[in-house]
């Protein structure tokens, strides 16, 4: 019986561990599940299929027993497993839309910087990473896909949508949609040769909230990357002042600015104290140097974007009123029949100030009055917007999108709502699917190098099973004939 039981043993591979190799740091092994390593090979993700032809080779390599903490990327969470077994976890996990390539980066910085054993990276993303201690395993086969690179709109001097496609199968042509509020165009297009990229223009009859553009393309390796959207976006101004302003007004720009953040794309938006210091068709604000006068009397305030929702009883009936407003232009707010805000649309929206707002500025009223200054003239400056998937934060709602079974709708791009009701694009732009950073890189040879002796053991198989024959030849030797019944030379039958 011990005989049998040790050649049972002997098959299943044991292997020893060399002195030393206690307390060494487990084996880190990082699987990418980010765009590229989802997409899918023989419609499986190709994480999932790297994952099922290479665990065997790792475990073999490392030894079924030895430590891992195992880290998939989007996600972070660090799993604690054996070489023997993690894989079965890791081959559950969903594929996902995110551009994981900084984050993989990151996360195998990490693992090298926290660690001292081999790290193992399942993807095919260049890393730019030099340390022997690091074996990358990519995927080896190539994958069929078209997608949507680039989107953007415009709606002067014409509506039109520009679609940028990249082609990395050996497709020739697809069909392409553009649509916005309901109205579509779409037509086929023929494709640049594989691994090229080409922009595509469509014109539509208008521009609503919401830009899609849809590749229609049959058995894609990634769905993530045919669909793309933009939203309607309003940019904050960029203030300028270019004259010197009172503290008070610099604190309010100030102020605005840090809420409203402009962007490269905002309206920028000049602050001067005469208009003979710009040109007439520069989006501006006048802000008059107040003189001696004073304008007191009876509040009148025009039905303007800049008037809104401001507290105009409050306002002070005496104030110190400057020069006269600009001839031509719409009286917004006189004090007993003083002009102290005007405001012209054309060449430029422009707004002339021409009070000293005294305690008034220590009033919320101020702050709604100037923003809406600022806001007013820095307006239509709107813009079609798409964001990376990346770039999404928690608490956004999906309300148009198509994640993959069991996929998280947060880890798939589309429209998503902010629980105050805004909207916002978020895609996954198709970029480049390849076979791994460079197919010359012996992974194997790294992996053993990196393993060492003392990390996956020494095979003890032979040693048992020539135990094993031992025991049977003893068994043999030393087994008792006693109650045995003898055989006779002769037989008759």
């Given at each position: 019986?011990?005989?049998?039981?040790?050649?049972?043993?002997?098959?299943?591979?044991?292997?020893?561990?060399?002195?030393?190799?206690?307390?060494r740091?487990?084996?880190a092994?990082v699987?990418?599940r980010?765009?590229s390593?989802?997409?899918?090979?023989?419609?499986?993700?190709?994480?999932?299929?790297?994952v099922?032809?290479?665990?065997?080779?790792?475990?073999?390599?490392?030894?079924?027993?030895?430590?891992?903490?195992?880290?998939?990327?989007?996600?972070?969470?660090?799993?604690?497993?054996?070489?023997?077994?993690?894989?079965?976890?890791?081959?559950?996990?969903?594929?996902?839309?995110?551009?994981?390539?900084e984050?993989?980066?990151?996360?195998?910085?990490d693992?090298?910087?926290?660690?001292s054993?081999?790290?193992?990276?399942?993807?095919?993303?260049?890393?730019?990473?030099?340390?022997?201690?690091?074996?990358?395993?990519?995927?080896?086969?190539?994958?069929?896909?078209?997608?949507?690179?680039?989107?953007?709109?415009?709606?002067?001097?014409?509506?039109?949508?520009?679609?940028?496609?990249?082609n990395?199968?050996?497709?020739?042509?697809?069909?392409?949609?553009?649509?916005?509020?309901?109205?579509?165009?779409?037509?086929?297009?023929?494709?640049?040769?594989?691994?090229?990229?080409?922009?595509?223009?469509?014109?539509?009859?208008?521009?609503?909230?919401t830009?899609?553009?849809?590749?229609?393309?049959?058995?894609?390796?990634?769905?993530?990357?045919?669909?793309?959207?933009?939203?309607?976006?309003?940019?904050?101004?960029?203030?300028?002042?270019r004259?010197?302003?009172?503290?008070?007004?610099?604190?309010?720009?100030d102020?605005?600015?840090?809420?409203?953040?402009?962007?490269?794309?905002?309206?920028?938006?000049?602050?001067?104290?005469?208009?003979?210091?710009?040109?007439?068709?520069?989006?501006?604000?006048?802000?008059?140097?107040?003189?001696?006068?004073r304008?007191?009397g009876?509040?009148?305030?025009?039905?303007?974007?800049?008037?809104?929702?401001?507290?105009?009883a409050?306002?002070?009936?005496?104030?110190?009123?400057?020069?006269?407003?600009?001839?031509g232009?719409?009286?917004?707010?006189?004090?007993?029949?003083?002009?102290?805000?005007?405001?012209?649309?054309?060449?430029?929206?422009?707004?002339?100030v021409?009070?000293?707002?005294?305690?008034?500025?220590a009033?919320?009223?101020?702050?709604?009055?100037?923003?809406?200054?600022?806001?007013?003239?820095?307006?239509g400056?709107e813009?079609?917007?798409?964001?990376?998937?990346?770039?999404?934060?928690?608490?956004?709602?999906?309300?148009?999108?198509?994640?993959?079974?069991?996929?998280?709708?947060?880890?798939?791009?589309?429209?998503?709502?902010?629980?105050?009701?805004e909207?916002?694009?978020?895609?996954?732009?198709?970029?480049?699917?390849?076979?791994?950073?460079?197919?010359?890189?012996?992974?194997?040879?790294?992996?053993?190098?990196?393993?060492?002796?003392?990390?996956?053991?020494?095979d003890?198989?032979?040693?048992?099973?020539?135990?094993?024959?031992?025991?049977?030849?003893?068994?043999?030797?030393?087994?008792?004939?006693?109650?045995?019944?003898?055989?006779?030379?002769?037989?008759?039958?």
């Open positions: 019986m011990g005989a049998m039981l040790l050649a049972v043993v002997a098959a299943g591979g044991p292997r020893a561990a060399m002195p030393g190799s206690k307390g740091d487990p084996v092994i699987v990418d980010g765009m390593m989802s997409a899918t090979s023989g419609g499986v993700p190709r994480f999932r299929r790297l099922q032809a290479r665990a065997k080779e790792i475990s073999a390599a490392l030894g079924a027993t030895t430590p891992v903490d195992w880290v998939d990327v989007p996600g972070g969470e660090v799993r604690r497993s054996n070489a023997g077994n993690w894989a079965g976890a890791a081959e559950r996990l969903a594929p996902t839309a995110i551009d994981t390539q984050t993989l980066r990151q996360a195998v910085r693992r090298l910087a926290t660690t054993g081999p790290v193992i990276v399942l993807s095919d993303r260049p890393l730019g990473i030099d340390d022997p201690r690091l074996v990358q395993i990519a995927p080896e086969s190539k994958v069929e896909n078209v997608g949507i690179a680039a989107l953007s709109a415009r709606e002067m001097p014409s509506p039109q949508v520009m679609v940028r496609l990249r990395d199968s050996g497709r020739t042509a697809a069909q392409v949609k553009v649509s916005s509020d309901g109205q579509g165009v779409g037509r086929s297009v023929d494709l640049p040769p594989r691994g090229g990229e080409q922009d595509y223009f469509f014109d539509l009859p208008a521009l609503g909230k830009v899609e553009a849809s590749l229609l393309v049959a058995a894609d390796d990634q769905p993530a990357d045919d669909r793309a959207w933009l939203e309607r976006e309003g940019s904050f101004p960029r203030i300028e002042p004259s010197p302003v009172s503290g008070e007004l610099r604190r309010m720009i102020v605005y600015s840090k809420a409203r953040p402009p962007t490269d794309s905002s309206q920028r938006v000049a602050i001067v104290n005469s208009g003979a210091d710009l040109a007439t068709d520069v989006p501006a604000v006048i802000v008059a140097p107040p003189g001696a006068e304008a007191k009876t509040v009148f305030v025009a039905d303007h974007p800049i008037t809104r929702d401001v507290e105009w409050a306002f002070p009936r005496d104030v110190l009123g400057a020069g006269e407003a600009p001839s232009w719409t009286a917004v707010v006189s004090v007993g029949g003083r002009v102290i805000v005007a405001a012209r649309s054309q060449p430029a929206r422009q707004v002339w021409g009070f000293d707002p005294g305690p008034w500025s009033t919320p009223d101020y702050v709604v009055f100037w923003a809406n200054v600022f806001g007013w003239v820095g307006s400056q813009r079609f917007v798409g964001y990376p998937l990346g770039a999404y934060e928690g608490g956004w709602k999906s309300a148009q999108n198509a994640p993959v079974a069991g996929g998280d709708a947060t880890q798939w791009p589309g429209i998503f709502e902010s629980p105050g009701g909207r916002r694009a978020f895609n996954a732009l198709a970029q480049a699917i390849s076979t791994g950073p460079d197919g010359a890189v012996d992974w194997r040879s790294r992996l053993a190098a990196a393993a060492g002796p003392g990390r996956a053991g020494v003890v198989g032979p040693a048992v099973l020539l135990l094993a024959i031992g025991c049977l030849a003893g068994a043999a030797l030393t087994w008792k004939r006693t109650g045995l019944t003898p055989v006779s030379a002769a037989r008759t039958f």
